[in-house]
């Protein structure tokens, strides 16, 4: 499990992306599950643990990022043949070591900083695995195993049926999360703000933030630990979610109404697939929107809101849903596999080619097939064989070739009493064993 640097896993404040990490790790050492995370090394963890990165380098300035990201990656490739899966949640860079080891690598894509990181999401489309967070984030130009939604400690979330009269903004103080349109709301609709979260852009706080703090309307609680969030939270009349780009999920938002508390939130990104509108909050478009809808809430069950995100949102279905991933990633991956008619087994594979061996048993043949993404070539070690290709059948002995294009009809047949092996050489932009069409099989998989 690679998780990110900038901070501890978990995180003592901030950090999503490591907090899920977390409970992901934790959820499946429970399932009793070899794990190894490569974190801080001031994370805490029931797996194993492994870090050459001393702290997370946004709580110590002296740490240079680029030195310790390049350490920490390297750690997780150069013990890749430790692991059946590399789980990567470290965004666009380890990519960039996936092609030098045979472990599969499945990236959950958290985040998409910018278009201008897509060339190395592209590059390793289908070379590697990516898992979405939601269906409203995935990119068209990538394919995905699966959407995989976080889940959360529903239980250390404290249910409060009976809030006070502030609302909250929890996030990061930046421009994307909509910390002044906040502000707006709360002045419109006359209630009291709350504000809590890291500054992540200076400029924006004292231009667009700070003047309205006043200590009584508006307040600022300062970047908090995880109880204090709790706390207010469970308190708070409702969440302010008034972001200003398509948001990939919004952490803040499920433990929000984990606690009972209901969301106002900008009908933009994943939030349609988080909120159900007039049931666990409202969906708006307007900061006249939103202040009207402040004065709906009294229209929303608290414990409608807890109860939607344990049926939702818990960390057991991401545990469960994730199992599933890793599951079929390790099927379509398989290094060596027995058939009817024989075995076989990768010697090796990088993007774009793979190598293997294949044994028939005598009088044994593969099913009359084709592929759509590969082509391949055959080399025969030993045995005497009978090539089909299309209408054309050709006998191979030891030392003989045969090339086979994208989409060419295929089949050999063990034809002598002792076993034919021949190295298979593929090459195409998908390599997985289920991209096959069979026409006859004596074995009865047409």
């Known amino acids: 499990m690679l998780s990110p640097i900038a901070w501890s896993t978990p ?6 992306w490591e907090s899920i990490v977390s409970l992901l790790t934790e959820g499946l050492v429970k399932r009793g599950i070899d794990v190894t995370l490569f974190a801080t090394s001031d994370s805490h963890t029931a797996a194993k643990l492994h870090a050459v990165c001393p702290r997370p380098y946004e709580e110590d300035k002296d740490i240079i990022i680029k030195v310790y990201e390049g350490l920490h990656i390297s750690e997780v490739f150069e013990r890749a043949k430790e692991f059946d899966i590399i789980h990567n949640h470290f965004d666009y860079l380890p990519l960039t070591y996936s092609g030098l080891v045979d472990t599969p690598v499945v990236t959950t894509i958290h985040g998409i900083s910018s278009r201008k990181i897509l060339p190395v999401y592209k590059k390793y489309n289908n070379r590697t695995f990516y898992v979405s967070i939601s269906d409203a984030y995935r990119c ?16 250390s979330f404290h249910f409060n049926e009976k809030p006070q009269d502030y609302l909250l903004f929890l996030s990061r103080l930046h421009k994307d999360k909509g910390a002044r349109e906040a502000i707006e709301v709360a002045k419109k609709s006359g209630r009291k703000l709350r504000i809590a979260g890291f500054i992540a852009d200076q400029t924006y706080f004292e231009k667009e933030v700070q003047p309205f703090i006043d200590n009584k309307q508006i307040i600022y609680e300062g970047h908090i630990d995880p109880e204090f969030k709790k706390e207010l939270l469970s308190n708070a009349y409702a969440l302010l979610h008034m972001i200003n780009y398509e948001e990939a999920f919004g952490i803040g938002v499920i433990e929000a109404m984990a606690s009972g508390t209901p969301v106002i939130a900008m009908n933009r990104g994943s939030m349609p697939e988080i909120i159900r509108d007039g049931e666990t909050g409202f969906l708006v478009n307007s900061i006249e929107e939103a202040a009207k809808a402040v004065q709906k809430l009294d229209s929303i069950s608290r414990k409608t809101c807890r109860e939607s995100v344990k049926k939702r949102f818990s960390v057991d279905r991401m545990v469960d849903d994730y199992i599933k991933v890793y599951k079929t990633i390790l099927e379509k991956c398989k290094r060596e596999e027995e058939r009817p008619w024989g075995f076989y087994e990768v010697l090796r594979q990088r993007p774009g080619y793979k190598v293997k061996s294949l044994t028939i048993l005598p009088q044994s043949e593969i099913s009359l097939q084709r592929h759509f993404h590969r082509s391949e070539h055959w080399y025969i070690i030993s045995g005497e064989g009978l090539v089909t290709k299309n209408t054309s059948q050709i006998r191979v002995l030891p030392g003989d070739s045969v090339d086979l294009p994208v989409n060419e009809v295929h089949r050999i047949k063990n034809i002598g009493g002792q076993n034919l092996v021949f190295i298979e050489i593929s090459q195409g932009d998908y390599l997985g064993e289920d991209d096959i069409e069979r026409f006859e099989d004596k074995y009865g998989r047409a």
Do not use: F, N, Q, S
């Open 11 to 16: 995180p003592k404040k901030y950090g999503p």
């Open 140 to 155: 068209r130009d990538l394919d995905y195993i699966a959407t995989v939604r976080h889940g959360i400690d529903i239980e």
